[in-house]
């Protein structure tokens, strides 16, 4: 409190002044923000000493000096919280990447979630606003929800495969003859088996481009010139493409005239685009016996490639629509 002896001397002005900046000190020390505690004890003090050395008997241009002092120590001290504010956002940051980078190795990097995530890490590190943190936040939830449900999604595919592969067992021990694991045309393993090979590497985390392949004109073939031709079409086709892929790669036998490939690349699907196109827009001609005569037959097939992302649903549904889109006079 300020006695009203310290101010007998003075015009009832300077008297209300002095106070007035006094207080002014006082609150100045007391309300400010609070960032590392040590800085913030020792501006507190500062101020009090300041305030301190404030006498009634100060002159107006003392007075000011006094002011000016203050408004120095006050300006160093916000800077040196700015400074501690962008040291901790930094400290998040860092904290957020650290958890983006385990998140994603555990998700697989070929996933919605995964780039979605990835998606709101990088907005954390540009945020600035608070709305913008808002906005993540919101983003993050709806991700997290689309990861449980994905997580399910997976569980439920994984449920299935199991469930399969115990029938093919099953089926298995009753005789070779009934397995149904192999298109007996081709040689190659069916839709179950690719649907379970995308799994597996969706679940190693690597990434796979799908490649579906259609033979054209196969309904005309196997009209013109039986069955048995259009099955060694297909496995004229088989062979082929077979003779472009890596070790790893693997080949199934969809649905009619239709095959999938299960590519293992690091390299972006425009790349692979480009190589799949050199390959497979090359014509094929192939000669096949019919009995008493020999017949050239012209083979091309359509392709499409998508990178596989989970779940494997998606990549279902993506083959059987391409599939679709040729023309139906085409299936076998």
Known sequence: MISIKRFLSRSEDEA????????????????????????????????????????????????LVTVGSVVQAMGDYNQRVSRFIRRQGSEIQTIVSMLSDTVLKMSGGNTRFAQSFQEIGDGMEKAVALEDFQGLKLRLRDCLQEFRDESLQQKAEMEGVIT?????????????????????????????????????????????????????RMQSINARFGYQVGDQVLRTCREKVEQQLLPGDQMFRWTGPALVVLLERTE?????????????????????????????????????????????????????????????????
């Open 16 to 63: 209300v002044l002095w106070q007035v900046v006094s207080l002014l000190v006082e609150k100045i020390g007391s309300l400010a923000v609070q960032g590392e505690r040590s800085e913030h004890d020792a501006f507190v003090a500062s101020i009090e000493r300041i305030r301190e050395t404030m006498s009634s008997g100060q002159t107006c241009d003392s007075l």
């Open 164 to 216: 399969a592969l115990q029938r093919q067992v099953e089926v298995g021990r009753n005789g070779p003859d009934l397995s149904p694991d192999t298109d007996p045309a081709t040689g190659l393993p069916r839709q179950e088996a690719a649907e379970a090979a995308m799994l597996r590497n969706l679940k190693a985390g690597t990434r796979n481009y799908v490649v579906t392949l259609v033979v054209t």
């Open 268 to 332: 972006p699907l425009e790349i692979i685009r480009g190589q799949l196109k050199r390959i497979l827009d090359a014509k094929i001609e192939e000669t096949f016996d019919l009995g008493s005569r020999s017949v050239m037959i012209p083979i091309t097939m359509a392709w499409s490639a998508f990178k596989l992302i989970s779940p494997v649903a998606i990549a279902v549904r993506q083959i059987q629509t391409f599939i679709a889109s040729q023309s139906p006079r085409d299936f076998a």
